[in-house]
């Protein structure tokens, strides 16, 4: 098959898991694939303002906020914003019940509850060391994810409390909090049509279950030997870790690079 698009999860995918670098082959295999001129796309749970480091190695597409916005150079081609007055209301209600409630704009940011198994999630779903800003006055932005920070049973008193929304657990301590669904195959789908590119003509690579569905919206999908176990059961081929250079060792197996 010659494929035209890769669309790469980032943290424990094209960043290593380990310490949060792009490993040296990882670079080298994202040059090759641009030399080929293949698109590049990096598909992430971050604001695109943590992505700066992607735009470096010469990324220029990013699906960011699991799905939720979507931009390719300076242009916007897919975005789902959260209705002002549903922010207000369930910041409102975090606020009041002491939870830790995470917004993305294309930055990120946060109400003023900060809590060690917010902080811990946050490093492991976005290499985060600490807290991102307190925004008092998000509601002044437009948002278009919001993301809770506890278990199960906190994240039942939402849903009692606002049946109307949608609630994605995505991680043991996160739920994505949304007014329409997002993800990232919806946004895969949107890139795909933005390039004219089927999707039989696409791969992904991706490390946990927000990956899955996006592996299945493509030809080809690639599980990182570090992944879930859940995504690498429905994988079409599974690499060897992010550390371990699983990126190249992948794209030179079946020979794209």
Not at 35 to 55: D, F, W, Y
Not at 58 to 75: L, M, P, R, S
Not at 102 to 122: D, G, H
Not at 239 to 250: L, M, N, P, Q, V
Request: glycine content about 6%; proline content about 2%; charged content about 25%.
């Amino acid at each position: 098959m010659n494929y035209k698009i890769v669309f790469f999860d980032v943290d424990g995918t094209l960043v290593n898991y380990e310490d949060g670098r792009i490993e040296e082959s990882t670079r080298n295999a994202i040059e090759r694939l641009k030399n080929k001129g293949i698109h590049i796309v990096a598909a992430t749970g971050r604001p695109l303002s943590m992505c700066q480091e992607l735009r470096n190695i010469g990324i220029e597409t990013f699906i960011t906020a699991n799905g939720a916005y979507v931009k390719h150079q300076d242009q916007v081609i897919h975005k789902i914003p959260v209705a002002k007055e549903i922010v207000q209301a369930v910041k409102a209600f975090a606020d009041e019940n002491k939870q830790s409630l995470s917004f993305f704009t294309e930055q990120l940011s946060m109400n003023n509850v900060q809590e060690e198994k917010t902080l811990n999630a946050m490093q492991e779903t976005l290499s985060l060391l600490e807290f991102p800003d307190i925004n008092e006055d998000i509601l002044a932005q437009e948002v278009y994810l919001m993301c809770l920070y506890g278990d199960e049973d906190i994240e039942k008193k939402y849903t009692l409390k606002f049946p109307h929304l949608l609630f994605k657990r995505w991680h043991p301590y996160i739920t994505n909090v949304l007014q329409h669904d997002v993800s990232k195959s919806i946004a895969v789908q949107a890139v795909l049509d933005y390039f004219d590119v089927s999707p039989k003509e696409a791969l992904a690579f991706g490390d946990g279950d927000n990956d899955i569905d996006m592996l299945e919206q493509v030809g080809f999908g690639i599980a990182m030997g570090n992944g879930s176990e859940a995504l690498k059961k429905g994988a079409d081929y599974v690499t060897k870790k992010s550390a371990e250079g699983g990126i190249d060792f992948a794209l030179r197996m079946l020979q794209i690079i």
